[in-house]
């Protein structure tokens, strides 16, 4: 598979409709206990795509697994599950996933968006949390300062 045939990283923010997940979960369920690489890994991605967490979180795993058992898949893998693990938050995960991919395809178009995606989530995040950091550390001071007045 090439990189062009990768989605981008905004694909994996449009839903799939609930119909659509439906049959891919129906055809996951119909091939159990012996389901076939491709429907693991469509019903996944359908996953993924979902902008329910607790769905998002079992395509992870489901990609988890393929990547384990499936060495002819795990190139593919790699970009999803750096895109799985980019929406659930983890952002290590999703960069840690995303830099064995771009190791491999240093060109490749998606993973390099992706790793953008990425670097301004940690950036844009980092910054909150730096902000409420200091909102509490002033606010701490404040508090000791106004202790400290009242002692005198």
């Known amino acids: 598979m090439s990189s062009d045939s990768l ?13 659509e997940l439906d049959v891919l979960r129906n055809q996951y369920v119909k091939e159990e206990p012996f389901v076939s690489i491709q429907t693991k890994f469509n019903y996944a991605w359908g996953l993924i795509k979902s902008p329910r967490r607790d769905e998002q979180q079992l395509g992870v795993r489901l990609l988890t697994e393929i990547f384990r058992d499936a060495p002819e898949r795990r190139r593919e893998c790699l970009y999803y599950l750096a895109l799985g693990n980019y929406k659930l938050g983890n952002y290590v995960e999703a960069r840690r996933y995303n830099d064995l991919l771009m ?13 953008k995606l990425i670097d301004d989530r940690v950036a844009k995040e980092g910054l909150v949390g730096l902000a409420i950091i200091g909102g509490a550390v002033a606010a701490g001071g404040i508090i000791l300062g106004t202790l400290l007045k009242r002692r005198r």
Not at 7 to 15: F, G, L, N, T, V
Not at 103 to 115: G, T, V
């Open 7 to 19: 989605p981008y990283a905004a694909d994996a923010e449009i839903s799939l409709k609930r119909e």
């Open 103 to 115: 190791d491999r395809e240093p060109n490749n178009m998606q993973a390099r968006s992706l790793n």
